[in-house]
């Protein structure tokens, strides 16, 4: 079955970065578009950044377009979010998805907390 394990959360100063992973198997990975969610607490889950099969193309949410940077080795079956400049509004639990025939599957998330 597909899992999805993210890893890389904890907590961080605002305008720190933090480097997030995605392991993923039971599924053909380099055929799937890959994307990263995020939830806050009392909010729903919102899409982060988007990656194309093969990485050729990317997109982001206006909230993090110019800090967040996703990408992915389908070599090794993992997609990235590289998250700079990170601000309190960016605290959140960070899942890694995909839909595959119309089932969206979900990690368990990595908690993100910007604080001072």
């Known amino acids: 079955q597909v899992q999805l394990v993210e890893s890389g959360g904890g907590l961080v100063q605002p305008g720190g970065s933090l480097r997030l992973s995605c392991a993923a198997s039971?599924?053909?990975?380099?055929?799937?578009?890959m994307s990263w969610y995020r939830q806050a607490p009392g909010k729903g889950r919102e899409l982060v950044a988007g990656i194309t099969r093969a990485g050729d193309s990317t997109n982001y949410a206006d909230s993090v377009k110019g800090r967040f940077t996703i990408s992915r080795d389908n070599a090794k079956n993992m997609v990235f979010l590289q998250m700079n400049s990170l601000k309190p509004e960016d605290t959140a639990v960070y899942y890694c998805?995909?839909?595959?025939?119309?089932?969206?599957?979900w990690g368990q998330g990595t908690q993100v907390t910007v604080s001072s």
């Open positions: 998805g995909v839909g595959i025939y119309g089932i969206s599957y």
């Open positions: 039971g599924l053909t990975f380099s055929r799937n578009a």
